[in-house]
């Protein structure tokens, strides 16, 4: 919590970024972008080495870091199906054991490559150990000697799905959009091809992640138009505080057509352990706020205390029914909270890797 703020991170990672783990030639580049995107906006003294990047993060690690370093209350753990990674970069078994032994403080998605032959099964196989409220995809798919590609809209491939991951309890979609992973097709990570998904599964919810990184007029009229649309901030957050000028733009940008609607559906997300989570959420509840004239000559609303509630957490838990009076009960004494009651720990410092190793 930070200044009487719930958070929940809406997506974090626990990379296993060791070249032991490449499975083919996409992953090493996949890696260095990231890495590079991370190192571009990070603030002095947030920025992690190589040696402690390129390497087989714990989830151990990586709820150190958003818990105990950061003011981070609950966060969502992704399984990453990127088959260029042998165990898809942030593997199931982590996810399994995150929700073992932190239920209270873990949500789970599950994830699948929709152009895997066995990705209805898959999808089944990790429905029935993780529980997930949330399905997450990737718009290329790795598995073979060549980057493939698909659509959300697709009614072979994503329909299914679709299909299957409602009829199993998921509530959310998430799709990696805006960035392309590498030098592949734009066209798949445009945002385009949701609007029909959105209107064919009205009863499921479209989480694009990345939102605002790209495609910021389509994503922002997506927020206005479809109510099952909602937007994850991983990445975007990371210029909060690196680049604010450029947060305040795209932010204006993603609200304006939608209005205070908008803002009801715009979701906190990190990133981490790659991004550090704390002087982003920092930034953003303590200095952010839109200019006067911008308000006046564009009639936005205010980022106020409200609104920062909502997006650090009252979005995400109303988007998949998370109770957080109940999850912040439950966790006011756990090990984390006791761990960070004199304030977060240092950036890196619960890291098995030293900054300078």
Not at 183 to 193: G, I, K, S
Request: hydrophobic letters at 45%; one cysteine or more; a negative charge.
């Amino acid at each position: 919590m930070i200044d009487g703020l719930p958070v929940i991170d809406a997506v974090i990672h626990a990379y296993n970024m060791d070249r032991s783990n490449f499975a083919n030639s996409f992953a090493e580049p996949i890696c260095d972008l990231v890495y590079h995107s991370v190192i571009g906006t990070a603030l002095p003294g947030f920025a992690p080495t190589r040696e402690q990047f390129y390497r087989d993060w714990s989830i151990e690690e990586t709820v150190d870091q958003v818990f105990v370093e950061s003011d981070t209350d609950l966060a969502v753990y992704h399984v990453l199906p990127m088959w260029s990674f042998k165990d898809g970069l942030c593997s199931l078994e982590k996810g399994i054991e995150a929700q073992a032994r932190w239920p209270n403080r873990i949500i789970t998605y599950c994830g699948v490559d929709p152009l895997a032959d066995n990705a209805l099964d898959e999808l089944e196989r990790q429905a029935e150990i993780l529980k997930p409220v949330g399905l997450k995809m990737y718009p290329n798919s790795w598995l073979g000697n060549e980057v493939l590609g698909w659509k959300m809209d697709d009614p072979e491939v994503a329909f299914p799905l679709f299909e299957r991951a409602q009829a199993l309890g998921i509530k959310t979609v998430a799709i990696h959009k805006a960035l392309p992973l590498g030098p592949v097709p734009m066209e798949h990570y445009r945002v385009d091809d949701i609007d029909r998904a959105c209107i064919a599964f009205p009863g499921l919810n479209f989480e694009i992640v990345h939102g605002g990184m790209a495609f910021i007029e389509e994503t922002a009229w997506q927020l206005a138009r479809f109510p099952n649309v909602y937007v994850n901030l991983e990445i975007t957050s990371a210029i909060a505080a690196s680049r604010p000028a450029a947060f305040l733009q795209t932010l204006a940008a993603l609200i304006a057509p939608g209005g205070p609607g908008a803002i009801d559906r715009i979701l906190w997300g990190t990133g981490a352990m790659a991004f550090h989570p704390q002087p982003l959420l920092e930034t953003f509840v303590r200095d952010f706020a839109f200019p006067e004239d911008l308000l006046a000559g564009i009639g936005l609303p205010q980022i106020d205390l409200a609104a920062k509630r909502k997006i650090l957490s009252e979005n995400y838990a109303r988007m998949n029914g998370i109770d957080v009076p109940a999850r912040l009960a439950a966790i006011e004494n756990d090990e984390f909270a006791r761990r960070r009651a004199a304030g977060p720990a240092a950036p890196f410092s619960t890291a098995k890797v030293a900054a300078h190793a």
